[in-house]
């Protein structure tokens, strides 16, 4: 399949808008893309930086963590701490994919400095809970940074949906494990912990502007290629495994202690991330997904546009458009803010082939 050029090669003059509408290129889209992910990314920068500002170290009550942890919440702990310290693969591989987007790269970047953050605040989690010693996790952290991790897709597309889904599953197992520190989980009573509720309610909330972000620039992209973004969810989400899955050297340990404890595990994959994400994308189930591609590539058409009706079939066209127009609204909203708006404003631009709504 000829895939998404990101953003296009060259800039060809009967590119520029306006042109007929009738079809919009593959390089005119995906100039459109790359202004949008632009737009997206220096509203989403502006909104960290005003809501999201936290200190890891000073921002805790760290010498009041609770010091008695069950063996599970401690094992859940450093599995946490496992995964986000590979955040210096995630941001490089990722970024070498998209360097060529000005809009994906930098945002890359940006979104690599509130991993980071994740990383050290599970570290002192870790350390102050005396989940681990100082030299146990020194240990521990020399194993894992041994390793080294890969890109589960390698083309741009496939590794947007990929973290769209992976976003909206680290939130939820910080939304969970919020809820041990809250003293709500049977079972768990005496891990109820104040300091770690507050821990993981502020990198819950770093993880929802994570998922939103993804999100929306998934569903501009659906909105000029659906198929490809269809086609691209369901690889996805067959595929799907938590990254660092291969590398942690007790990821087995850490796995059935976020069973144990309801904070990660097949269930909560398929209610609160598949399920969550599908609706959000306007998609009915696995099985109406696979059955819509399916039908809609038994009659390609010679321009690899989306003639056939069966698309529409797939997921809710109308509530896809309306998302996209929501996200131009707010990114224009944001450039009237500082001037931008006069100089150089990001249109929207109808797909002309999109099913009438
Ligand atoms: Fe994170
Ligand atoms: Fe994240």
């Not at 790359?34 to 989403?44: K, T, V």
């Not at 104040?194 to 502020?202: M, Y």
């Not at 010679?302 to 009706?309: A, H, K, L, T, Y």
Request: aromatic residues 14%; charged residues 30%; hydrophobic residues 40%.
């Amino acid at each position: 399949m000829d895939t998404l050029i990101y953003p296009p090669r060259e800039i060809i003059e009967a590119d520029r808008p306006p042109r007929p509408a009738a079809l919009l290129s593959k390089s005119y889209r995906d100039r459109l893309i790359e202004r949008g992910m632009l737009a997206l990314y220096r509203w989403y920068t502006s909104r960290s930086q005003e809501t999201r500002n936290w200190n890891v170290d000073l921002g805790f009550d760290w010498r009041n963590i609770n010091q008695n942890f069950s063996p599970t919440t401690k094992q859940v702990l450093k599995g946490f701490f496992a995964v986000e310290q590979y955040v210096p693969d995630y941001v490089s591989k990722a970024l070498d994919l998209v360097r060529r987007s000005h809009g994906r790269s930098h945002f890359q970047i940006r979104w690599g400095s509130e991993e980071e953050k994740h990383a050290d605040t599970w570290e002192n989690a870790v350390l102050f809970s005396r989940s681990q010693t100082p030299d146990q996790l020194e240990e521990y952290k020399f194993q894992l940074r041994k390793k080294e991790w890969e890109l589960p897709w390698e083309d741009p597309l496939h590794l947007l949906l990929y973290t769209v889904f992976q976003e909206r599953a680290t939130q939820l197992n910080y939304i969970n494990i919020g809820k041990i520190a809250a003293g709500q989980k049977a079972g768990f009573e005496a891990d109820k912990c104040d300091v770690l509720s507050k821990v993981a309610l502020t990198i819950a909330t770093d993880e929802a502007a994570h998922y939103n972000f993804f999100l929306e620039a998934a569903r501009l992209h659906m909105y000029y290629y659906p198929l490809e973004t269809l086609e691209a969810i369901r690889d996805v989400v067959e595929h799907f495994a938590m990254p660092a899955q291969a590398l942690m050297p007790d990821w087995r340990e850490f796995f059935e202690a976020a069973y144990k404890a309801g904070v990660y595990g097949p269930r909560e994959y398929a209610r609160d991330v598949v399920a969550v994400g599908f609706k959000q994308f306007g998609i009915e189930s696995r099985k109406s997904l696979e059955a819509g591609i399916l039908k809609t590539r038994l009659i390609p058409d010679e321009e690899g546009q989306m003639r056939n009706s069966a698309i529409w079939e797939t997921f809710d066209p109308d509530g896809i458009v309306e998302d996209v127009k929501r996200l131009y609204a707010k990114v224009q909203g944001f450039e009237d803010k500082y001037g931008m708006s006069e100089l150089d404003p990001t249109h929207f631009v109808e797909n002309p082939l999109w099913k009438a709504v």
